[in-house]
């Protein structure tokens, strides 16, 4: 198996732009997903947002966890369990509007770093679509353009800790999914490992590293590029010691962002010249995912295609 691909974005300011450039476009058409170094977020800032992530969950959510798992009965289970995760999680959304400061818990100081560290994901996240626009032979822009909506992208970031687990071979710390959305940034810990993804048929490591931002695609981009890109199945494993924590910051687009794919991207397909993907409003998506994350992603598309041809064939719904 080659090597998980890993990404020094300093590289794409000298001689070896181009290389990089490649790099990348390997990473999304063969993984869809990689790691980047060097991407401009200070390592203090991100030490920070480490400390005081874990010394959030240490003050405030770990025993909240103890209660949950001993309430369910989950430290005897006998058979693998397929209908929750053993993850403690809470949710910050950034844009189009922030909740930062209506989230319980949470100390100033904390709430302070979070806004910091999202608005410089933020910006790496617009940085890497553009990556993504220069490599697929798309103008400038024209992922977040797509992605804007009426309103702005969606943007925000789910905190996650997965405590140790007595029963790692029976309870997922997150089951396989795809990600719904556009691009996704995560901040996972460098010590304690769980993150897989699935390729050519085998689990594979995502490996911890420090200091490191890990990316992945979501449908979205699948759709836009008309299959060139692949959103891909990963997974959280248990571990039976150390607690790993996970901040993935989700940039998606708009609640009433048209997704379709890229014509340009359309027309480059060798015989078949036509859109093998549906065009749909994100926010329809979302609310056919929520209730489908844990299944393949192919019947979502099914669909979203068949929900637009009745629409188009339905007089009353196109007047």
């Not at 001993?70 to 910050?92: H, I, P, R, Y």
């Not at 904390?110 to 103008?139: Q, T, V």
């Not at 024209?142 to 405590?163: A, D, I, W």
């Not at 924590?245 to 009433?256: E, R, T, V």
Request: hydrophobic fraction near 40%; glycine fraction near 6%; aromatic fraction near 10%.
């Amino acid at each position: 198996m080659e090597n998980f691909p890993i990404i020094n974005l300093e590289k794409l300011n000298g001689s070896e732009r181009a290389d990089t450039m490649e790099m990348i476009k390997d990473a999304c058409e063969n993984w869809g997903f990689f790691e980047l170094v060097n991407h401009g977020i200070p390592h203090e800032v991100m030490d920070t947002v480490e400390k005081m992530t874990k010394g959030h969950y240490k003050k405030c959510m770990e025993q909240r966890f103890k209660e949950l798992v001993a309430g369910k009965g989950l430290e005897a289970v006998q058979a693998e369990v397929t209908d929750l995760d053993w993850e403690s999680t809470f949710f910050l959304r950034h844009l189009p509007v922030s909740n930062i400061s209506e989230v319980p818990d949470l100390d100033d100081q904390y709430r302070e770093i979070m806004r910091d560290f999202a608005k410089r994901l933020e910006k790496l996240a617009e940085e890497l679509l553009d990556l993504l626009c220069e490599n697929l032979g798309l103008e400038k822009g024209y992922l977040k353009k797509v992605f804007y909506g009426s309103k702005g992208p969606n943007f925000g970031t789910k905190v996650s800790n997965y405590p140790p687990c007595p029963k790692p071979d029976l309870i997922k710390g997150l089951r396989a999914h795809t990600d719904a959305g556009g691009i996704i940034l995560l901040f996972q810990d460098d010590k304690v490992s769980g993150l897989q993804l699935l390729k050519d048929g085998q689990w594979i490591d995502v490996p911890p590293m420090h200091h490191s931002i890990v990316v992945n695609l979501g449908d979205q981009l699948e759709v836009i590029t008309n299959g060139k890109y692949k959103s891909v199945m990963h997974r959280v494993i248990t571990q039976t010691d150390g607690t790993r924590m996970s901040l993935a910051s989700f940039y998606n687009p708009g609640s009433d962002a048209v997704i379709f794919p890229a014509p340009t991207l359309v027309e480059k397909e060798a015989e078949e010249s036509k859109a093998i993907y549906p065009k749909f409003v994100f926010d329809d998506y979302m609310k056919l995912y929520a209730g489908l994350k844990f299944q393949a992603k192919e019947p979502r598309f099914e669909a979203m295609i068949k929900a637009m041809e009745t629409v188009k064939s339905d007089p009353v719904a196109t007047a």
